[in-house]
């Protein structure tokens, strides 16, 4: 079964650090496009960061500079390094892939893959 599985989250004091992790489970052959949500409580899911296929980054205003994405495409990971936290980072921190994989001896891609999300809580 193809899934990506998000650890890391937890209780931070405001300044403080954590990084997220984001692993893709099964026969997977690559990750494409990444990305990294969250939603706070009564609010919609927003878009934190994402990386494209060729690499391009794209932050949202709220978290350049604090916020770094990066991948290891040999052990199909991606990660999420949170610097300088605040309060009003506090949310569920979802990741978001398109993968690829393999289902017999083809390729497949499967899109728009979400994992269960982990709790980023932020205490000032």
């Known amino acids: 079964q193809v899934q990506l599985v998000e650890s890391g989250g937890g209780l931070v004091q405001a300044g403080g650090s954590l990084r997220l992790s984001c692993v893709a489970s099964?026969?997977?052959?690559?990750?494409?496009?990444m990305g990294w949500y969250r939603q706070a409580p009564w609010k919609q899911r927003e878009l934190v960061v994402g990386i494209t296929n060729n690499g391009r980054i794209n932050y949202a205003d709220s978290v350049k500079g604090r916020f770094t994405i990066t991948r290891d495409n040999a052990i199909h990971t991606g990660y999420l390094q949170m610097n300088s936290l605040k309060p009003e980072d506090t949310a569920v921190y979802y990741c978001?892939?398109?993968?690829?994989?393999?289902?017999?001896?083809?390729?497949?891609?499967?899109?728009?893959?979400w994992g269960q999300g982990t709790q980023v809580t932020v205490s000032s």
């Open positions: 978001n892939a398109d993968l690829t994989y393999y289902r017999s001896l083809r390729l497949e891609t499967m899109y728009d893959v």
């Open positions: 099964g026969r997977i052959s690559s990750i494409n496009r």
